[in-house]
């Protein structure tokens, strides 16, 4: 498959693979010609990878190839173009696609995503109710956990920058699995409940998994497309007086936050992962501790903020 990447980008497209699935995408105006070209070039583009799979002895499934539109609602309410047509099959465009097990949806918002969660997650905890009074304490807490903590954790870091909202709606599965767990009152106020299983709550379980993504880009233990996102603040020609301060930060090993025009932006790892690794003591940043010891130390950190 290492020369696929070679001809997806030799025609105008970024391409990214997991195993056997690749996803490829490709920026453009919503200007009427502009998206033309766009389909044409997908078109074709698809028609390419087929033929390439079939020199090679595979074959393109073009019924479970999706195509989606990205963008604002007010940009995706100008786009009339119809499904690109292929030789043999006609490959439709579809409001949300699974990217290795997360829902994005056309806008980004991650709400069909946390949907289809929350109804996962609901129907675990049901057949768990069901057979917890032949459970022992220790045994709730191992299925809970790999039934619905493992699901709020799958890739978590993505849901930075979500509203508060959907963040509620998650953090309502996870009060369901307290009580389950504990057995408190439906009413019984929950953030002692969390603490005294030492679970954090949801929005410092994001924090907590992009925190330690940033540890590992720092000791090369990350995949160089996120490590190079992280731009430490670096000596330069500047004036004395903002020279004072950007010594102080290089030496406490800050990174550029770089800027942004939207809130699509504030949430890409670009941007929140240096954000959230500013954010953290000193000593986190400079102490050479392991990753076990880091995880321990954030995690007390984060259940007192």
């Excluded at 307290?178 to 953030?191: F, I, Q, S």
Aim: proline letters at 4%; charged letters at 20%.
């Amino acid at each position: 498959m290492a020369e696929l990447f070679d001809v997806i980008s030799a025609f105008g497209f970024v391409a990214h693979s997991y195993a056997e699935l690749p996803t490829t995408h490709r920026s453009t105006s919503v200007r009427r010609p502009l998206i033309t070209d766009a389909m044409k070039r997908l078109s074709d583009y698809i028609t390419l990878i087929r033929d390439w799979m079939a020199n090679n002895r595979l074959k393109l499934n073009e019924d479970k190839t999706q195509v989606i539109w990205l963008g604002t609602r007010q940009q995706l309410s100008k786009i009339t173009a119809q499904s690109p047509t292929l030789p043999n099959a006609t490959v439709l465009f579809t409001n949300n696609v699974n990217d290795l097990g997360v829902l994005l949806g056309s806008q980004l918002t991650m709400a069909d995503h946390i949907s289809a969660l929350s109804r996962s997650c609901f129907f675990q905890l049901r057949q768990l109710r069901s057979i917890k009074q032949s459970l022992k304490l220790e045994a709730t807490k191992t299925l809970v956990h790999a039934f619905i903590s493992s699901r709020l954790d799958y890739c978590n870091s993505v849901l930075a920058g979500v509203s508060g909202q959907l963040l509620h709606r998650l953090q309502l599965i996870q009060n369901a699995a307290a009580r389950l767990v504990t057995g408190v009152w439906k009413y019984e106020r929950m953030t002692p409940v969390l603490r005294s299983l030492h679970w954090l709550p949801v929005r410092q379980r994001i924090t907590f998994k992009t925190a330690v993504i940033m540890f590992k880009c720092f000791h090369g233990q990350a995949p160089l497309y996120l490590t190079d996102l992280c731009r430490p603040i670096m000596y330069g020609p500047i004036s004395s007086d903002a020279e004072h301060r950007h010594l102080r930060s290089a030496s406490t090993r800050r990174l550029i936050v770089p800027r942004t025009k939207t809130s699509y932006g504030d949430c890409s790892f670009s941007v929140h992962g240096p954000s959230v690794w500013n954010s953290l003591p000193n000593d986190f940043r400079l102490s050479d501790m392991s990753l076990k010891t880091f995880r321990s130390k954030l995690k007390a950190f984060l259940f007192g903020h």
